[in-house]
């Protein structure tokens, strides 16, 4: 699916300190604040997911910002899995600190994003796996970093059990 997909930018152009004045909602990278925009079917797995990784004993979050480096980048993983282990500032706008497991369920405004640039840019934080979660495939697609680029671990379209977590994906969808 990669492959077929080129980067697709849909932001406004701004500067960092003016997205951060917006509460530093949304996404921000390169010069370009890029708005959340979400379907109910996308809203439904995301809560589904968490809900399954919460159980799991996991520590999770839904669209709270990520900001991987300290360049001037912000993202919103639809879900966020940290070690149990670290300290989270309940104020704060955004983690900055290692992340176990990013999982993004595309939206059609923008999924180029999450299989481009969101991929290239996870991996080169150094997120050990990355999940993508395709409303349109009905496909979990598993990546592991393998250096620094994700490595396709398989393409699950039916049940995952990772992360003490039971997937079944027609429970997703």
């Known amino acids: 699916m990669a492959a077929e ?3 697709h930018v849909v932001g406004v152009p701004m500067t960092w ?3 951060l004045a917006r509460d530093g909602y949304g996404e921000y990278y390169d010069g370009l604040f890029e708005p959340r ?3 109910g079917q996308h809203q439904r797995a995301v809560s589904r997911l968490n809900r399954l990784l919460e159980e799991a004993g996991r520590t999770v979050f839904t669209t709270w910002g990520w900001r991987p480096t300290a360049a001037h980048r912000k993202y919103e993983p639809d879900v966020m899995v ?3 282990g670290h300290t989270i500032d309940d104020r704060s706008q955004y983690w900055d600190g290692p992340v176990e497991l990013l999982v993004e369920v595309p939206s ?3 999924e180029q994003n999450d299989w481009v640039r969101k991929m290239r840019d996870y991996a080169a934080a150094g997120c050990p796996e990355y999940w993508i979660v395709s409303p349109w495939a009905k496909a979990l697609y598993v990546y592991v970093l393998d250096g620094r680029t994700y490595r396709l671990e398989r393409t699950v379209t039916d049940r995952l059990t990772k992360w003490g977590v039971d997937v ?3 429970d997703v969808f």
């Open 17 to 19: 300190e003016d997205y």
């Open 5 to 7: 997909l080129h980067e």
């Open 82 to 84: 940290i070690d149990r």
């Open 37 to 39: 925009v979400v379907t």
């Open 108 to 110: 059609p405004s923008n």
């Open 168 to 170: 079944v994906l027609s």
